[in-house]
């Protein structure tokens, strides 16, 4: 089973595309997986056609009575659903002992994301008389102005910026490309960055190179650009998620917020289905609700000795 993972694993970096997290995501899973085989049913470590639904279920099961949360747990069920759809195809294993389970019933939680005030701050907050400013400037328009998420940002390069047209070709999960639109603060903040850029190096090595670098001329790492966006959500709100995923909340929530088309939102953010998109509708409804209750007269608890239909 072992080696079956670990060639799983490569399949998605490789040929997928997925993300390092992501990749990381499914191996912490799958080694959880492997571990409780080995404690349980050591022969279906050796010969993986061993496992049946049973055997899933008693695993599922075992993470719940230990306190594990439904959508960890869905999570799981996720990896494991992948990793023997790929033995099927690998002709591993002969039927998916995964089929016929059902993922448990996710907690609805509403994404956080940034109000239009607080992102003005946001986006006006990096010094960009120096290079880490006007880098960080461009990384922060870039990302609420497109919604792309962290690992597409980092995979740009040179040639899927079109500063005429505005646009970014993106290559997001699962190797699907898209285009997808920017502004014209994100166009002149990625203008003076680009220019900064050009004098790292030499201009063979900028051309394969991340659009976004280190002032070294160096690859940023996953975990830097959290920590960029990080830095300049802190100074202006008190969510407790600071990541680059909020700002992609936050584009998609302004969008809706704005008038945009949920389809329209949909295609932007690179979903694979419409229900995941529809998440953002909660933020919107909440906040159609909360302005209807503060502006209409008629909106509050009936007064004394009032009618509630008068």
Known sequence: MQTLI????????????????????????????????????????TD?????????????????????????TARKLSALRSFFKYCVRRHAIKADPTLRLQSPKREKRLPHYVDEAAMRRV????????FEGTRDAAILELLYSTGIRRAELL???????????????????????RIVPFGKQAEASLQKYLCMRADLTDTNALRVLPVFLSRRGTIIP?????????????????????????????????????????RVVKELLGHESLSTTQIYTHVTLERLQRIYRQAHPKSGEPQSGESPHQ
Not at 123 to 130: G, H, N, Q, V
Not at 155 to 177: A, E, F, P, Y
Request: glycine content about 8%.
């Open 155 to 177: 995979g740009l390069r040179i040639r899927d910026i079109d500063l005429k047209q505005r646009t970014l070709k993106v290559v997001g999960k699962g190797n699907k490309q």
């Open 222 to 262: 996953p975990t830097t650009l959290t920590d960029i966006v990080h830095k300049y959500l802190q100074e202006v709100t008190e969510l407790t998620q600071k990541s680059p995923h909020v700002l992609r909340h936050t584009c998609a929530t302004h969008l809706l917020n704005n008038g945009a088309d949920l």
């Open 123 to 130: 986006l006006e907050a990096p010094d960009r008389s120096t």
């Open 6 to 45: 670990q060639e799983f694993l490569r399949y998605l970096e490789h040929e997928r595309r997925y993300s390092v997290h992501t990749v990381g995501s499914y191996g912490r899973d799958l080694d959880q997986w492997k571990h409780f085989v080995l404690g349980q049913y050591p022969d279906c470590a």
């Open 48 to 72: 993986v056609q061993l496992v049946d639904v049973g055997i899933v279920r008693e695993f599922l099961g075992l993470l719940m009575d230990n306190g594990s949360a439904r959508s960890s």
